[in-house]
């Protein structure tokens, strides 16, 4: 049992670096496990541990944009009503969540349609390095483009619905393929339709919570909460590790973000795919 648990640290540090810088956390998953792979969890437990490990990760953007998205407040002045049960509901702050919720819609149902089927075709190591190297490639393609030109939206409220539309599409890439990257692709989205380096790894943040918090209850309900001693404690440390991990990561990508593009993600994601199509090819033969 501690092999097992010393594997789920390092998947939790794997999944808390690679879950908010745009490299695609479920592209290193897979792949790590193709070299350290579990002895005492059942396959079930697997397909299931790298979805809800994220749990984690996502808790680390609550507590960081706790101030930001939590929709109850005494001020009045900020209220949608000053009197019944819209006066305690901050009103900038739930348009938001509406623009949130809205960019979930098309991964959410997509993804409860035909997420067997897009993990029977896509999960493997050979459409993830392919993912890695495309998105790698539009990265640097995009921040090429963007050189130069001033960002028309600095800030959430300047999103609009259409905007949110926008990035939900982008989304619902990461939720087919394996290796794009669900933080990567919605900031390819949100870059080009004007947002700021800055507001798109934000919104991207915010967008991560309920995507992430569906996407885990949808696997836990399939797997059907029948854990082993070993698979609670293997899915505990994951999670307390990835939330660890991922209080520093997202503070240092934003350090970074305000300073610098994201071309240096996408010459990683095209190395890494190369890496991995090279490997997987000599194994093969």
């Known amino acids: 049992m501690i092999l097992e648990i010393i594997k789920s640290v390092?998947?939790?540090?794997?999944?808390?670096?690679?879950?908010?810088?745009?490299?695609?956390?479920?592209?290193?998953?897979i792949l790590l496990e193709q070299f350290l792979k579990f002895k005492e969890v059942s396959p079930e437990f697997w397909d299931m541990f790298q979805v809800v490990i994220q749990?984690?990760?996502?808790?680390?953007?609550?507590?960081?944009?706790?101030?930001q998205i939590w929709p109850f407040t005494k001020n009045?002045?900020?209220?949608?009503?000053?009197?019944?049960?819209?006066?305690?509901?901050?009103?900038?702050?739930?348009?938001?969540?509406?623009?949130?919720?809205?960019?979930?819609?098309?991964?959410?149902?997509?993804?409860?349609?035909?997420?067997?089927?897009?993990?029977?075709l896509f999960y493997n190591p050979f459409c993830i390095a392919i993912a890695l190297i495309v998105f790698g490639i539009a990265f640097i393609?995009?921040?090429?483009?963007?050189?130069?030109?001033?960002?028309?939206?600095?800030?959430?409220e300047?999103?609009?619905?259409?905007?949110?539309?926008?990035?939900?599409l982008f989304q619902l890439l990461a939720a087919i393929f394996p290796g794009t990257s669900r933080s990567g692709a919605t900031i390819i989205g949100a870059l080009l339709i004007g947002l700021s380096r800055p507001n798109a790894a934000n919104f991207t943040f915010?967008?991560?919570?309920?995507?992430?918090?569906?996407?885990?209850?949808?696997?836990?309900?399939?797997?059907g909460f029948a854990f082993t001693s070993v698979e609670i404690a293997v899915l505990l440390v994951g999670m307390v590790v990835s939330f660890l991990v991922s209080v520093v990561v997202i503070k240092l990508l934003l350090n970074y973000i305000r300073k610098?593009?994201?071309?240096?993600?996408?010459y990683y994601r095209i190395a890494l795919g190369i890496l991995v199509l090279a490997y997987?090819?000599?194994s093969h033969t």
């Open 10 to 29: 390092i998947f939790g540090i794997v999944e808390g670096i690679t879950e908010w810088l745009p490299i695609s956390s479920t592209g290193h998953l």
């Open 55 to 67: 749990l984690g990760a996502i808790l680390a953007v609550v507590l960081l944009y706790f101030k």
């Open 76 to 120: 009045k002045e900020k209220a949608i009503k000053k009197e019944g049960i819209l006066s305690i509901l901050d009103k900038d702050i739930m348009i938001l969540w509406g623009k949130i919720l809205v960019a979930c819609v098309p991964a959410a149902i997509i993804g409860i349609l035909f997420d067997d089927v897009f993990e029977a």
């Open 141 to 156: 393609v995009i921040e090429n483009w963007n050189k130069g030109r001033k960002a028309k939206k600095e800030t959430s």
């Open 158 to 168: 300047q999103i609009t619905y259409k905007d949110a539309i926008i990035i939900g």
């Open 206 to 223: 915010y967008l991560a919570i309920p995507t992430m918090f569906g996407a885990s209850l949808l696997k836990l309900v399939k797997f």
């Open 260 to 266: 610098h593009d994201f071309k240096v993600f996408g």
């Open 280 to 282: 997987f090819f000599l």
